[in-house]
């Protein structure tokens, strides 16, 4: 009774927008920024002879380094939120960039890589308990719109490479300071709302930490949603990392068009992302999944063996679809584990960028051992796991 009485209490809520827009439009600097690395691999490969295998590894390294640290943030941040940790966050994001415009050596790319990653762990846990802060109980809409942002930033980020990194050189990603500089100023902003938000909650009864299943039926949605999360993020890291690669080997397109057929599929999952949430909010996030996961599969199917006009259709439906699925498995692993936002946050945006990071890695020897036409024969049956989808439970009605 005390968890449906929470809830309503959080329905009746006001969504605080201003706080929402802020955070996603923090969650788009601080993707476009980090979306500068996968987009500038073109470049970098040329720059410094690296082979594919290298490239996995910048993404693993990069990738890594937030899944390792970002549930351990929010396990911590659950017991001691640190909203203020945000700008920090936000500025090692920006000494990576700086260090990436200026490295010398693969080893200076892989330290700057890291230091990327270290802010997506720090950024990611806690930007999104302040958005379910603010979400007034709409939390499906509230996730999605946090999303949208890094999914943008995310889609921007090879516009910019292709418009103004590759003319102006490798030294022109530090032009990029300022964006890191403005989103620090943001969070510092929006880290004094979440502080004001906590002590008005003073004296409130604490949010339940009851689990609405069983626990073993708990444990066992979790392990399937985990599964459902690096089924989607291995076949997403093979268009952010080498998307760009096949399209210029199997079409003869140039760096440029191919940075835009990138685009292509990133803009399409910006779009589907924020459809998914609100979807969820109205049908239940179950429902959102099961659309995501398996109507992408016949789509998958086909990319590999498509003409160059059939290619970019196939690459928007495929990024729609999948991407709309992502809000839907973090609502309902935070329905699973109440006040636990951000364990649940770093679990699965940290495994989300990890299980990307070491998909990346093996499908770049791949690459180099059998061509990059194989590894999208190879990842076009990945989508298959998404049948474990029927395995979740139902989650009891909170209305």
Same mark, same amino acid.
């Given at each position: 009774?005390?968890?449906?009485?929470?809830?309503?209490?959080?329905?009746?809520?006001?969504?605080?927008?201003?706080?929402?827009?802020?955070?996603?439009?923090?969650?788009?600097? $601080?993707?476009?920024?980090?979306?500068?690395?996968?987009?500038?691999?073109?470049?970098?490969?040329? $720059?410094?002879?690296?082979? &594919?295998?290298?490239?996995?590894?910048?993404?693993?390294?990069?990738?890594?380094?937030?899944?390792?640290?970002?549930?351990?943030?929010?396990?911590?941040?659950?017991?001691?939120?640190?909203?203020?940790?945000?700008?920090?966050?936000?500025?090692?994001?920006?000494?990576?960039?700086?260090?990436?415009?200026?490295?010398?050596?693969?080893?200076?790319?892989?330290?700057?890589?890291?230091?990327?990653?270290?802010?997506?762990?720090?950024?990611?846990?806690?930007?999104?308990?302040?958005?379910?802060?603010?979400?007034?109980?709409?939390?499906?809409?509230?996730?999605?719109? &946090?999303?949208?942002?890094?999914?943008?930033?995310?889609?921007?980020?090879?516009?910019?490479?292709? &418009?103004?990194?590759?003319?102006?050189?490798?030294?022109?990603?530090?032009?990029?300071?300022?964006?890191?500089?403005?989103?620090?100023?943001?969070?510092?902003?929006?880290?004094?709302?979440?502080? %004001?938000?906590?002590?008005?909650?003073?004296?409130?009864?604490?949010?339940?930490?009851?689990?609405?299943?069983?626990?073993?039926?708990?444990?066992?949605?979790?392990?399937?949603?985990?599964?459902?999360?690096?089924?989607? $993020?291995?076949?997403?890291?093979?268009?952010?990392?080498?998307?760009?690669?096949?399209?210029?080997?199997?079409?003869?397109?140039?760096?440029?068009?191919?940075?835009?057929?990138? &685009?292509?599929?990133?803009?399409?999952?910006?779009?589907?992302?924020?459809?998914?949430?609100?979807?969820?909010?109205?049908?239940?996030?179950?429902?959102?999944?099961?659309?995501?996961?398996?109507?992408?599969?016949?789509?998958?199917?086909?990319?590999?063996?498509? $003409?160059?006009?059939?290619?970019?259709?196939?690459?928007?439906?495929?990024?729609?679809?999948?991407?709309?699925?992502?809000?839907?498995?973090?609502?309902?692993?935070?329905?699973?584990?109440?006040?636990?936002?951000?364990?649940?946050?770093?679990?699965?945006?940290?495994?989300?960028?990890?299980?990307?990071?070491?998909?990346?890695?093996?499908? %770049?020897?791949?690459?180099?051992?059998? %061509?990059?036409?194989?590894?999208?024969?190879?990842?076009?049956?990945?989508?298959?796991?998404?049948?474990?989808?029927?395995?979740?439970?139902?989650?009891?009605?909170?209305?």
């Amino acid at each position: 009774m005390s968890t449906i009485a929470a809830s309503s209490t959080s329905l009746r809520e006001k969504t605080t927008l201003s706080v929402l827009f802020a955070m996603s439009g923090c969650h788009m600097l $601080n993707d476009v920024m980090q979306s500068l690395l996968a987009s500038l691999y073109p470049l970098l490969k040329e $720059n410094y002879a690296l082979d &594919f295998v290298q490239i996995g590894l910048l993404t693993m390294t990069f990738q890594i380094t937030a899944s390792l640290l970002q549930p351990g943030v929010g396990v911590v941040t659950d017991r001691w939120p640190m909203s203020y940790a945000l700008p920090v966050g936000m500025g090692s994001t920006l000494c990576g960039l700086l260090l990436l415009s200026s490295a010398g050596s693969f080893p200076m790319l892989l330290l700057a890589a890291s230091l990327i990653g270290f802010g997506s762990a720090v950024f990611h846990p806690e930007a999104s308990r302040v958005a379910r802060a603010a979400s007034g109980g709409r939390h499906g809409f509230a996730q999605s719109l &946090f999303q949208l942002g890094g999914n943008a930033g995310t889609a921007l980020g090879p516009l910019l490479a292709a &418009f103004i990194v590759l003319p102006f050189g490798q030294h022109s990603i530090a032009w990029f300071a300022g964006i890191a500089f403005l989103g620090i100023a943001i969070l510092t902003w929006a880290g004094n709302w979440y502080a %004001g938000h906590r002590r008005a909650q003073i004296g409130r009864p604490p949010v339940s930490r009851a689990l609405p299943l069983p626990r073993n039926t708990v444990l066992w949605a979790v392990a399937i949603l985990v599964l459902l999360t690096a089924t989607k $993020n291995v076949y997403m890291a093979s268009f952010s990392s080498y998307y760009t690669f096949y399209v210029i080997d199997r079409f003869a397109l140039t760096v440029r068009e191919a940075q835009l057929m990138l &685009f292509l599929f990133l803009g399409a999952a910006a779009a589907g992302t924020f459809l998914g949430g609100p979807i969820g909010d109205r049908y239940g996030a179950r429902f959102v999944i099961w659309f995501s996961i398996l109507g992408v599969i016949p789509f998958a199917l086909l990319l590999p063996y498509a $003409n160059l006009p059939l290619t970019a259709v196939l690459t928007v439906i495929i990024g729609f679809v999948l991407a709309s699925a992502f809000p839907a498995i973090v609502v309902f692993a935070q329905e699973l584990l109440p006040g636990r936002v951000g364990l649940v946050a770093g679990m699965f945006f940290g495994f989300a960028f990890g299980a990307g990071g070491l998909g990346a890695a093996f499908l %770049g020897d791949f690459a180099d051992t059998a %061509g990059i036409e194989f590894v999208y024969r190879t990842v076009s049956y990945l989508p298959l796991l998404g049948l474990a989808t029927i395995l979740l439970p139902r989650l009891p009605s909170l209305r």
